[in-house]
């Protein structure tokens, strides 16, 4: 390869790393909320399709599935990521009083602590010193050290909304034949069927992603999704199933 298309190999590598890198803290949201939103709209679908229900109730109690499972999940996840915000805040203000009413109690906690790294002598002494020179770095370092605390970077309004976004359009998914059905009054023999294949079309994908996010096997990852939907498609079909036989 010569030098140029090396170089230019290079930058678009970095140039999709740094793409990546923009929403790859958000995937993990979106994988969760998708699995989520597939999973219990697949299963009001299987347990409905299992009671022999009509395509417009099928529709309704999937969106009103869809709109407040959602909601609630993405409030959830604002709400969880929004107090590891705070905490961490909390401790970061503690931290800073301490540097500036205790200050040589905390050099020495700086010191215990690289010390049992394995540093010593002057070079201890040097690190002590480096790090106690700056106040932020300083209170940085011991959140990090001693209370094994790092600053969450993403958004909590961001992370919620990802999780309400990828709960509704993955979780629509399982819909799709439906609205199809009552739409264009199709023949209705194989609705739950074509909801079964695109459902793990997109169980495949979420199974995917969540291997990236994961860093796991993609194969292990889609089988394990498809094996989460399918069992709680299966539960749901035979609640569905015996519930409407006990009524007729």
């Known amino acids: ?10 930058d678009s590598l970095h140039k999709k790393k740094g793409w990546l890198s923009k929403w790859e803290d958000y995937i993990g949201e979106f994988v969760y909320g998708g699995i989520d939103g597939s999973v219990t709209t697949f299963a009001v679908v299987a347990g409905s399709a299992g009671a022999g229900l009509d395509s417009s109730v099928i529709i309704i109690l999937g969106f009103a599935n869809l ?19 705070q905490n961490y805040e909390k401790h970061e203000r503690i931290e800073h009083w301490e540097v500036e009413h205790l200050p040589e109690k905390e050099r020495e906690e700086i010191r215990e602590i690289y010390a049992a790294k394995g540093f010593e002598g002057d070079l201890l002494e040097q690190v ?16 990090k050290e001693e209370l094994n605390m790092m600053r969450e970077e993403k958004s909590p309004l961001a992370m919620g909304a990802m999780t309400f976004v990828s709960f509704v359009l993955v979780g629509f998914i399982p819909l ?3 609205l199809w ?13 074509i909801s079964i294949a695109l459902t793990s079309l997109a169980f495949v994908g979420i199974g995917w992603l969540k291997s990236i996010v994961a860093q796991t096997s993609r194969i292990r990852s889609i089988l394990e999704t498809l ?3 399918a069992a709680a498609a299966v539960l749901s079909y035979i609640v569905g199933s015996w519930l409407e036989s006990l009524i007729h």
């Open 67 to 85: 709109i407040a499972d959602g909601f609630a999940m993405s409030v959830g996840s604002y709400l969880s990521n929004k107090s590891e915000q």
């Open 128 to 143: 002590v010193d480096v790090i106690t020179a700056d106040k932020d770095r300083w209170v940085d370092v011991m959140m």
């Open 176 to 178: 799709i034949a439906y």
């Open 1 to 10: 390869m010569s030098e140029v298309h090396k170089r230019h190999h290079e």
């Open 227 to 229: 094996f989460l939907g």
């Open 181 to 193: 059905d009552y739409s264009a009054n199709v023949d209705s023999v194989h609705l739950f069927k």
